[in-house]
């Protein structure tokens, strides 16, 4: 016992379960496409996800819908996001191919069909699935400032999966942080996104809510009966507007509504917390859709998120920082791996503070350079998706999900690139990486476009 707060554990040799080139921890869109793109290219790769399935926000926290993977004139998330896009759609139902075939915004989430499609991908693409495993630990050579590998607690005990190349796709930097990288969390004060129960709601009727948006033009009128609602103290103050209904079918809707505040999705009992108070906010929501919205009047919950979705919590102090002028300014980079034409999305840390948004115009997008997904200081380590190294303005943006397929894809491909040989994060060949990049469907603006198609993307430096 040591001053009375903390315990020390007997030294413990633990086994070694497994051994791989590529460890992609955290199974969420970064995951996915990271542990596809690494493995298609050829490293023997294991995606570990706690939970046991595949998705993070979009199946876990039952989020209902992917943003727009197009800046309005054109798809700017293209590869295997939009790869997994399609699936999904061709094997929802003939009513929802009906609905969103053409979509590319705002295409709603069938999450138990979104799962399957996920197992499968991945599965096919060669990598190995251990579901039903926490990271809690990692093993770090100081010398070289290499991850040796990682602890990963499930039920068959305590064992140590040994690996050449890191891929932190956690959401939440966790690896990062017990390797000591730099981070930072929320803003100035600490303030966080607040959170969100997302749910999923059966018995409703979407030509009957279509009816009732006619009468009165669109979403003024559900914006009415929430503030309506909130005057009868029915609702709580804050958001005004249910901003997300993504309907499935016409019976069956995911809801996107209400904020739960002050949680740090690091800290299990603020989790707890707001798990809590989440399904105790969705059940208010359904009372106030049975009985201020037509079409919602027999509504039943089915399923509500597993955890509360989680907006904000840890970013990376990365080679390079995505800052809020390289965002207003669409600067492109000489190591873009990616580009983002999403909003600034930032979602008030108090209920009566506002929202942030800020569009770009039409057909417009900035880089993402690869070194935002280099954490300082350590060799063998990629950090994408929600904590990549960006400010707390730019990460309101970079955040979502179709940005976090295309940042999981270039960490894969860089992680094949450098299992081939041997090299280091920082060693990577930009050029080499680009190149398979756009040669495997990603977009990187019409400059690499241009320059691949050149030369037929057979030149591979
Ligand atoms: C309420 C809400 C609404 C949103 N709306 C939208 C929207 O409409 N459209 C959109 O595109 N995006 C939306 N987003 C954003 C988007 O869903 C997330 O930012 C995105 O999913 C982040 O992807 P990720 O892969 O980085 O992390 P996540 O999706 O969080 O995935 C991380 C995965 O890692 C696993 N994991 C974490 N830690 C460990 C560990 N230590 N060991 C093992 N496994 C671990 C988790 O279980 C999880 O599966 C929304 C988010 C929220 C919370």
Redesign the pocket.
């Known amino acids: 016992m040591n001053n009375n707060r903390t315990i020390i554990l007997p030294a413990e040799e633990l086994p070694i379960s497994m051994e791989v080139d590529v460890l992609v921890?955290?199974?969420?869109?970064?995951?996915?496409a990271a542990a596809m793109a690494s493995s298609r290219n050829g490293a023997n790769t294991l995606l570990?996800?706690?939970?046991g399935f595949?998705?993070?926000?979009?199946?876990?926290?039952l989020?209902?819908?992917?943003?727009p993977y197009t800046d309005h004139e054109k798809p700017v998330i293209r590869g295997i996001g939009l790869e997994l896009l399609d699936r999904m759609k061709s094997n929802c139902s003939i009513e929802y191919q009906q609905l969103y075939n053409k979509q590319l915004d705002?295409v709603p989430i069938d999450a138990e069909v979104l799962k399957r499609i996920y197992d499968d991908a991945v599965l096919e693409s060669g990598a190995k699935v251990l579901y039903h495993?926490?990271?809690?630990q990692l093993i770090m050579n100081e010398e070289s400032s290499e991850i040796e590998g990682i602890v990963?607690l499930n039920k068959s005990g305590r064992s140590i999966i040994r690996c050449k190349y890191v891929i932190d796709?956690?959401?939440?930097a966790?690896?990062a942080a017990m390797a000591g990288v730099p981070f930072q969390k929320g803003g100035e004060n600490g303030e966080l996104q607040p959170?969100?129960m997302?749910y999923t709601m059966a018995n409703v009727s979407y030509s009957r809510f279509q009816q009732y948006l006619r009468q009165s033009g669109d979403t003024p009128q559900i914006h009415q009966a929430v503030q309506k609602a909130q005057a009868d103290g029915n609702l709580p103050d804050g958001r005004e507007s249910v901003s997300?209904l993504a309907w499935i079918a016409d019976y069956l809707v995911s809801v996107?509504f209400g904020h739960i505040f002050g949680v740090d999705g690091t800290q299990a009992e603020d989790l707890t917390r707001a798990a809590i108070e989440g399904r105790k906010l969705v059940e208010r929501q359904v009372q106030f859709f049975r009985n201020y919205v037509p079409g919602f009047e027999y509504a039943h919950v089915v399923a509500t998120g597993e955890?509360?979705?989680?907006?904000e919590t840890r970013r990376i102090v990365g080679d390079y920082v995505l800052v809020q002028e390289d965002f207003m300014e669409m600067r492109t980079f000489e190591d873009d791996i990616a580009r983002n034409s999403?909003f600034i999305d930032i979602h008030m840390a108090r209920s009566d503070a506002k929202m942030h948004i800020h569009h770009l115009p039409p057909g417009k997008s900035h880089g993402v350079p690869y070194r935002c997904l280099l954490p300082i200081g350590i060799n063998n380590m990629w950090v994408?998706?929600?904590?990549a190294s960006s400010d707390r303005v730019v990460q309101g943006s970079l955040?979502?999900?179709?940005?976090?397929f295309a940042m999981?894809q270039a960490a894969g491909m860089a992680a094949a690139i450098a299992a081939e040989t041997g090299a280091h994060t920082r060693q990577v060949d930009i050029r080499q990486l680009q190149r398979s990049l756009v040669m495997q469907g990603a977009w990187l603006g019409e400059t690499y476009e241009g320059e691949v198609k050149k030369d037929g993307g057979l030149n591979r430096n």
Do not use: H
Not at 54 to 61: A, F, K, N, Y
Not at 384 to 387: H, S, T
């Open positions: 921890v955290g199974g969420g869109p970064t995951g996915i570990v996800e706690q939970r595949l998705g993070g926000m979009g199946t876990v926290s989020v209902p819908a992917f943003c705002w495993s926490f990271v809690g990963v796709a956690t959401g939440d966790d690896l959170g969100t997302c997300g996107n955890q509360i979705g989680i907006r999403y994408a998706g929600r904590a955040r979502v999900m179709p940005n976090c999981g």
